[in-house]
């Protein structure tokens, strides 16, 4: 009910459609025995309680099923206006000659027929404002839009019924004002305290609120019709008591169960189309790869071909790369040789740009050998692309200094780059093709008290030791 707004237009349906059969039906079975200030005979009287409930009916149906949806679609102001001039005067002309008729009213006005008119269009007017006032982001959430809402088609349908005083007997406008909402109470009541409790196994909780629910409202009935000796009463609590017990409560825990079972459907289904959608993205990101791997195979083929070791050395290397992005970068845990290697081949790979080279000084110190264990991918490397992105200048002096240990189930990694102004001037969030703030947070979450982390820096030199204990 916080999540989102309730389906109100099938609500005003089924409540309308609800009151309509009750009040034909009574009219029907009451065969005239209703007697009021108007002087009509039974037959005549009977034809018109029934005609013309029939009549707001439909005006309702095509007004509120047809017209108004319609509109909402397409949002053809002029063509919804005309229909609904025509439905408002083809039906007040209808209702005009049965009212005149039974002689209800002295033709040609029919003030109850805009009485109604005016309530229906008064209550569509309110719903606009309600939406405007209270929906999202308005409000956080639509708690409060929805109880408006309820409580404004209850008001505007009783407030209706009591407009209908020559054709409905008061005595169903104020039963129909009394059963409506203790009819949503008692659907609320079995929801929220017995078949939640039901459904989680507490079947004893639900028994005992059930008990409750019985010496609420059919045993305060029975004990005042007892204490005060009105059969009526008593009857009439007993009655309730069968009714809530026999059909409301059995009759909602049906319709629970089918919701959620259409619900349960529903998402299981959605889960199924997000797995399929999940599998062809994973499928399409295997097909990418390898074209792209494929290429890099000609490539390599080439370089070898015209004798470009180079050139064929670094393809392998970049490949090996793409495979580790594509494979091990998915997984949780990785073997921190793997890591390692990942890490060699990106160095190779700038150290081809740089072999020949005095300017930058590149000095990389790597010793796996007790490098045992497990890491989660892409840790190390966030460092040593950071030194090469910001510690190298072709004016300037230039060092990076790289040394990598393994002691006793830990790792332990120092970076070492010169810092140039210009450089340092950018975005800090780009500082890595992953970024720093990345790898701590990273470390936070998998590695909380197992990790040291210390940058230091100062107008020359950029310095980063880290070191993780990788078996707790």
């Not at 309308?16 to 005979?41: P, W």
């Not at 629910?213 to 204490?227: E, M, W």
């Not at 290397?317 to 992005?325: A, W």
Request: charged share 20%.
């Amino acid at each position: 009910m916080k999540n989102k707004p309730l389906a109100f237009q099938e609500i005003e349906w089924w409540t309308v459609t609800f009151v309509f059969l009750i009040t034909v039906l009574v009219n029907i079975l009451s065969s005239g025995s209703m007697h009021h200030q108007y002087n009509y005979g039974p037959a005549i009287g009977n034809f018109a309680k029934v005609t013309i409930p029939i009549i707001l009916f439909a005006v309702f149906y095509l007004m509120h099923r047809v017209l108004i949806p319609r509109y909402r679609e397409n949002s053809r102001k002029w063509p919804f206006i005309g229909y609904s001039l025509l439905i408002f005067l083809v039906s007040y002309v209808l209702v005009t000659m049965i009212a005149a008729g039974t002689g209800i009213i002295q033709p040609p006005f029919t003030p109850f027929y805009f009485t109604i008119m005016a309530l229906y269009l008064s209550y569509l007017i309110w719903v606009r404002l309600i939406r405007q006032a209270f929906l999202p982001p308005k409000r956080k959430d639509y708690l409060t839009y929805n109880l408006l809402r309820l409580c404004s088609i209850f008001f505007f349908v009783i407030l209706m019924l009591f407009q209908f005083d020559f054709l409905v007997s008061e005595d169903i406008s104020v039963a129909l004002a009394l059963f409506l909402p203790a009819s949503v109470l008692v659907l609320l009541y079995n929801y929220f305290l017995i078949y939640r409790n039901r459904l989680r196994g507490k079947k004893r909780a639900a028994l005992w609120f059930n008990i409750l629910l019985i010496l609420i409202f059919p045993g305060f009935l029975l004990f005042a019709g007892l204490l005060n000796q009105e059969p009526v009463l008593v009857f009439f609590g007993l009655g309730a008591g069968l009714v809530i017990q026999l059909v409301a409560l059995p009759l909602s825990d049906l319709v629970f169960e089918k919701y959620f079972g259409m619900k349960g459907k529903i998402e299981n289904l959605s889960h199924q189309v997000d797995r399929g959608s999940a599998d062809l993205r994973f499928l399409k990101s295997q097909i990418n790869p390898h074209f792209l791997f494929n290429a890099l195979n000609t490539l390599y083929g080439t370089a070898l071909t015209e004798q470009a070791e180079k050139t064929s050395d670094g393809i392998q290397k970049l490949g090996d790369m793409m495979r580790f992005m594509l494979h091990e970068n998915q997984q949780d845990k990785i073997p921190l040789r793997r890591e390692i290697d990942y890490l060699r081949n990106y160095l190779d790979l700038q150290m081809l740009r740089f072999k020949n080279e005095d300017n930058p000084e590149i000095s990389i110190k790597l010793n796996d050998e007790s490098c045992e264990g497990t890491i989660a991918p892409m840790l190390l490397i966030p460092f040593v692309e950071n030194a090469f992105k910001h510690g190298i200048s072709t004016k300037n002096e230039s060092w990076i200094r790289i040394n990598l240990r393994c002691l006793a189930g830990s790792v332990h990694l120092d970076v070492v780059n010169s810092i140039h102004p210009p450089k340092t001037l950018k975005d800090p969030k780009e500082e890595s093709g992953i970024g720093l703030d990345n790898v701590r947070k990273r470390l936070q979450v998998l590695y909380p008290e197992r990790y040291k982390l210390s940058i230091v820096a100062n107008d020359t030199e950029h310095f980063v030791h880290f070191s993780l204990q990788l078996n707790p």
